[in-house]
């Protein structure tokens, strides 16, 4: 079975979290059968048209402009329709409005189905423009995928497609993380040292990291912050303002890395304030690691991973008391850190392997060439 798997960005350009869950999506169904293929934009496709990410090919068209967080190109269209031609069903990653264009434009006809992973919030002034072009795409799909049973409970978009919706959660196969070398790990405890708090994430608007800043001051709690992005130089600067000194910025690092500070934290970290803010990659890493969380209470996944009181804390979303407590109280409790991230473990084991997602994906796609079979044959 061939998949096309199609969103706006892939690695090496960007490494967030919907493009990990393609990439462990890709990589868990290789083995039942499934050979994937990416369709993505990219600002330098004109040098390198085609890569391979293991055995997933990715199709790579020039990005020409990008408005809105929203990449486009002049000459995706074309490309599309070839890339369509050589698979048996489609898989667009929402959002991204300009992927809704190519499938009406390019007229498919081919099963599709739609991982649903964020509403769209930051740019909802735009809506009303967008909305009818939004209907008539997902009009069109075979299945729609939330990643939670929360998100598909609170979106005001899936509440009209709930007749389409099978939820799958997002899945982590940890063989693919690289095991960190001893001195790997010397280093990151010398630089970092231990006990700390730990965020790993694309700095964006709706992380919440202006609001983990402002719990900081005033704090005991120490916080290493991985990762560069659009904010990164104005929490910096407020970092500075508030003559913050329990905070380390380390950018962005290499997987090996990343591993080292996750078995080296006291917790993860994860106060994203609004709903652009799915899941949680991290958090699902984090409780992989046996590591206790904190997340903000925003009605999406990351309270479908992190159960208040079991696995971690969950705190209302935008205030820094509340998560200076958080943090201040997993410092200070060395039996609750320790229960909370062996609870959290378990309930990766139990729903978030990666080999439950893509089980339960290959069973998703079966039945919708299945019932496209029928109809057809009808």
């Known amino acids: 079975m061939r998949i096309l798997h ?4 892939y690695y090496p350009d960007s490494l967030g979290g919907v493009e990990q869950v393609i990439r462990q999506l890709g990589t868990a169904t290789e083995s039942m059968g ?5 369709f993505t934009l990219s600002p330098g496709a004109r040098l ?8 997933t090919e990715i199709i790579r068209v020039q990005t020409h402009v990008d408005v809105a967080s929203t990449p486009m190109s002049f000459s995706a269209l074309p490309a599309f329709r070839r890339a369509v031609k050589d698979v048996d069903l489609v898989q667009y990653h929402y959002p991204w409005p300009f992927g809704d264009l190519l499938h009406l434009a390019g007229r498919v006809k081919k099963p599709a189905v739609l991982t649903y992973h964020s509403d769209i919030v930051r740019q909802r002034l735009l809506m009303p423009f967008y909305r009818p072009v939004m209907r008539r795409f997902f009009a ?7 990643t939670s049973p929360n998100y598909l409970q609170s979106s005001e978009v899936l509440r009209d497609y709930r007749d389409k919706a099978t ?3 997002i899945g982590l196969d940890e063989g693919c993380y690289p095991q960190p070398r001893a001195d790997r790990l010397r280093y990151w405890a010398q630089e970092v040292g231990g006990d700390f708090m730990l965020f790993v994430g694309v700095l964006r608007y709706y992380k919440g990291l202006h609001i983990l800043l402002d719990a900081c001051a005033n704090s005991s709690s120490r916080v290493v912050i991985v990762g560069a992005g659009p904010v990164e130089v104005s929490l910096k600067e407020q970092a500075e303002a508030l003559g913050l000194k329990n905070v380390k910025f380390v950018g962005a690092v290499p997987d090996e890395d990343k591993v080292a500070l996750l078995k080296l934290c006291r917790a993860v970290v994860f106060p994203s304030h609004l709903r652009s803010e799915a899941f949680g990659v991290t958090l699902l890493e984090g409780a992989m690691y046996g590591k206790p969380l904190i997340s903000s209470e925003i009605g999406t996944g990351s309270s479908y991973v992190n159960i208040d009181g079991v696995t971690g804390i969950v705190v209302p979303p935008s205030d820094p008391s509340a998560l200076r407590a958080a943090m201040r109280r997993l410092q200070d409790d060395d039996g ?6 062996r609870r959290a473990r378990e309930r990766f084991t139990r729903l978030f392997t990666a080999q439950q997602m893509a089980e339960a994906y290959v069973r998703l796609y079966e039945q919708v060439l299945n019932r496209k079979t029928i109809r057809q044959a009808a």
Do not use: S, Y
């Open 6 to 9: 199609v969103f706006k960005t």
């Open 34 to 38: 499934i050979h994937n293929r990416i």
């Open 48 to 55: 390198v048209p085609r890569m391979q990410d293991g055995p």
């Open 140 to 146: 069109q799909l075979d299945a729609i995928v939330p």
């Open 167 to 169: 939820v799958i959660p």
């Open 336 to 341: 609750l850190a320790q229960d909370m991230g």
